[in-house]
Each structure stands twice: as structure tokens, then as C-alpha cells.
């Protein structure tokens, strides 16, 4: 159980203002006339504590106020244009962001959850004592905005008055960072107090870049207070580390839904898209991927886009899962965005009219930016993350450097995203979720498209995501189990969220069940008797794994039972091919869906193995693998370890004629 407000509050005792009156007497004195006039709206005294601890703490010259308005957010641009952090380009409303060579994705191993003794954090994150935490910060961040600007704004990660909505504070020295979160964030300057009534409390996030240089680095953090809701993020720039209204305050609301909003909400890594199925009906999806793993892509085939990156759900009254995006804008990874594979992002990017902040891709002479896999002819030179570039320059191990860094990013609002529906992601009831998908980057076991039996068998899908590492996180390597494509930002034991989840999916109260499936977009030629490692599939193959889903969530597709789930018939598919101009050969159905069997039951051993080692996981996770892991033992037994799907089907329907269930 995590307990809020327990233990001492850091940015507090750093800070040392203990009243109102402290903190109006400190405006005074490091705000001009308009800037105190701008905090003087606002009401909330915890908020104002905050504010003023922050401020007492990091010790900025000034302190400017960011309300939202149009001079506001211009203010802002031109500040980051003054300051360096940003550099123009010659399209109207682009700019440059370099982070440090070395600081160019989440930094894993200087990220730490703050805890109270006793308190038990995710095997698979770090943590770091309340008192010594205390210390570091004292240490590091007192005084750290000497001789700078620390700027304060207020955001609402969702809608206004949205039921998961949770308003956030962003207080920062750094001018990239308040203008990421301006195109990113809402902003709830006007109704800040009245929205931290309706939600019952606000995030905190505190940050600053210090001198920026790489021999600083080593002392960067990433501390999240658990239980006072606060960040304190210094000596970074990356957005995953510093803009911490994104995977810092998801990480609280995540451990609001596991602990305190149980069988009510969820806080997922998720992207939300809508697609038009028949009729002309919008049915809305709802999909994990861990980072780098075509979740951007995924939301943007949606003909009704609207997130990319993080889902509040929650059952509403009427029986229904409704979800609404915390963000309005995306921090995308641009490395393969290109006009064939993603049309909307690459016109936002492209064209005039957006507002977009580059970061750590390649800039040639002209100011135009280029990246790996844009589909577009490259410059032989130009600045990159490392410096100046030039086709062939190598690192000091010799290795080529690549023209831009694969988590190399672009900032844009939504709303200049030509499939973006701005009325639904806006509307406070949120959209109605009836698909929920999870997949990883998987080149040799699951199929592309798979839908789970029962909640819990979807519950378990999730659980089960594997992935390969990818350049979001900086040292990663190897293959990785990366449960519901959410443990980099789950802080709690696993068993916790788990049980969280088959709660919420089992609900009584959530009346229209989604229907839940997993992904695959990764299966190579080789994985499946073919040569080299290619993909089977294509980028725009996806809009048909989406459009069956969408079909069988109106109860319009019949599908084939098998132990891990229901997977297409082939006429479907080849339909819903057809629809995209492609033809779609039996044969690559074949290898798509053939089950390997032992893949999979390698697959189930290595996920059992790992969730045996951890305390009060949910039993019913072991049995859905016993469930499976039977099925598939019988399904080899008869047809040995590779099932062809015409196996499948005589399985199944052998099955029925017994009259018991498909596969036990
Ligand atoms: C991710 O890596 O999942 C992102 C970017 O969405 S970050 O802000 O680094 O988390
Ligand atoms: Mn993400």
C-alpha cells in the first residue's frame, strides 16, 4: 500500500516556507508587478507552497508566470530563442533542441522512485530512501537557478473537468522544457483551484537543466516522491527526464489508480485512436507498446486520432470504459516517419502551419531538418546530436554515426494532425474504448493479431509483452519483458498493478467488456521458415489488424479458437486487404498464423519463471498459463510443435463435436 503525504516533505524542508504569508512575502520579492499579479489569482495554499518552496529552493533572479495566454506562451518561444535553448529554423514556427550527446533518451540509471522505509518499490525500478534523497536535493538543487529565470505553469493532464483529469504543476528553469509542455499540456491557470477541488490533489514537478554540460551528467536525477506527489529532476535536458508533467506525473497516476482508485481507473501507456468502420461507425482503440515500438504509427492510422502516448481510462456510469488522453500533443520518435507509412504526421512536419519543436535530428546548411528513414534524399553534412556530421564520420569506437539519433524527437500539437479528432479528445466524458491492444517487438513467436478468450486471458496478454530494447532508454540492450508496455512507469510491485488490472477488466460495473487482443508487427521471414530477417508485414498492414479488430468488436467476424486465443479467418482478412489495395496470399496468412508452438511455450516458461520470483502475483495469472500452456501441449502432441491453421480449425471443431470447451 503506498501512503501519501508520509515521511518529510523534500521540497518543503529545502525550501523552508512553512506559511502563506512567507510565500507572498518571497513573490514579492523575486516577481515583477505582472508576474505578481499573475500569482496573485491563484487561491490554493498547498499550491502556493509549492510554488513559493520552489522557488525558495532553487533561488532563480526571477520568476516568470506562465497563464496560458497567447503572450504568455509567445514569451516563452522568444525567452528559449534568447536564452539558446532553442535555436530557429527557417520554417515558420520550427525550432531546434539539442539534449547533451550523451543525454539522449531516459536516463534509467539516475531515475529513482523516493520511498519511506519499508516501502516496497517494482523489482524492476530503482528507489532511493527519503533521507538521502533529502540530502541530494539539498545539496544540488538549493541555489541551482542562480543567475537564471524560473518559470511556473499551471496544466491539466486531460480535459477540464474530465473525471481522471489531475491538474499539474510545471515549474522549471528551463524555456525548452515550459515550451514543450505549452504545445503538449492544457493549460488550467484560469480554473486551477477549482479543478484541484474537483480532482482532490496536484502534481508537482520541479526541474532544472544547472549549467548543462556533459561533466555534470553524472549528478543528474530523476526523483519521483511517491508520496508528496512531486518531481525533481536536474542536470538534464531530454523531455523523458525533465518534462516530467509526461512519464513522471503518469507514474503518480498510476500508483493513484493501483492504490487508490481500484476497480475505477486505470493509468496506461496507451495511445487512443478511433477508426470508421462500416456505416460509418467510430469504434475507439486504446493500445500499449513500449517505447519505440510503432505506438505513434499505430494511433496515427486511426481515421480519429487522438493520443499517442498515455490513456486515463475509467468506467463510467453507464457500464462503459472511457478514456481520455492527459496530453493535446505528441513528442514523437520521427527515426521511419516518412509520407508513405505515416501521411498526417509527416504533412504536420513538412508543411507551414505547425508549431514543432526538433530535437537531436540532423540539420543541414539550409535549416532544414532530416532524419533516418524519412524517405527523402540526404544532405552530406550538416549538425547533429554530436556536433557537426558529415556521411561516414564515426565514433570513437569507429562506428558510423548514424545522421540522426534513433530516439531523436519532434514536438507538435495535435491539433495540426490532419486525422486528429480535436471534439472527442476534448469532450470531458472522454470516448467510448471497446479495443484495447498490447504489443511489443516480437520477431519470432505471436501472430499479428490475436483476441483474448476472457478478461483475464487479455489481462494476461498484457502481462506478457516481451520487446527487444530500443533507443528510448539510454544503456538499453537485449531482450526484455516489459509488462503491459507500462513497468518503466509502474513504482509499485508488479503483483499490485496486476491485481489492479484483473479487477478493473472483471468488474462487475464495466458492463460493455472491451474486446482485448494483442499485436504483432515484427515477425520476420526467417521466424517463419523464409530468409533473412525482414518483416512479413508492412507499416500500412496495420489499418487491416486494426479493421478486423474493429469488425469483431461489433460481433461482425467469427475468428478460430486456439489455446492462446481467436485468431482471423483468412476471407476476412482478405477482405479488409482488399480495402487497403493489397492482396493479401494465403500463403503469408499461413506463416502469419501458423502457431510455433514451442516459441510459445518458451515464451510462457520464461514469463512464469520471472513472475514466480515475485511476491502475491494474482494466482489466476499461473492459471491462465496452465490454461494455455495445456492447450498447446495437446495441440502438439497431435500435429507436433509447428500447427498449421487448418489444425487449428479441425482442433477446434473437434473439440466442439466432445462438447467441451476448445482447448481446456
Ligand atoms: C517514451 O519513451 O515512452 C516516450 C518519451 O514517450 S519519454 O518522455 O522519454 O517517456
Ligand atoms: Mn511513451
Redesign the pocket.
Known sequence: MLELKKGIDILAEVGGIRTVDEARALFELKCDQENLAKLSKITNEEALLKIANAISMTDPDTVFVNTGSDADVQRVREMSLEKGEEQPLPMKGHTIHFDLPQEQ??IIDRTFYIVNEGEKVSVLAKSILRDEAYEYVKTYMAGIAKGKTLLVGFFSRGPIGARAAIPALEITTSTYVMHSANILYRHVYDRFDEEVQRAGLFFTNVHSEGPNRPEDLPKARVFMDRSWLTTFSMFCT????T?LL??GN?RFAVDLATYYRREQELSE?MFITGLTGPGGRKTFFAGAA???CG?TTTAMVGTDFIG???AQLWIAEDGTLRAINPEVGI???VQDVNRESDPYLMKALREEGAEVIWTNVLIDENGVPHWVGDGEEHPKRGVNFQGEWWEGKTDENGKPIPLSHP?A?CTVANKFIGNYNEAAAEDPRGVEIKVITYSGRDSDTMPPVWVAKNPDHGVVIGASILSAA?A??VGAKGVRRQPWANE??IPGPLADYMDAQFAFFNSDKLKHKPVMAGLNYFLTHEARGGGGNGLLGEKRDVKVWLGWLERRAHGEVDAIETPIGFIPKYEDLRELFAGIGKEYPKELYEKQFTLYVDNILARIDLQEEAYRKEVNIPPRLFEVYAEQRAGLEALKAKYGPIVSVAQLIEAAEESKVLGRNAFP
Open positions: 533518451a531516459r531530454y523531455a523523458g527526464n518534462l509526461k512519464k503518469h501507456h513500449p517505447s519505440g505506438k499517442d502516448d498515455l513528442f514523437g520518435i530516439n524527437r530500443t528510448t532508454e518503466p512507469f
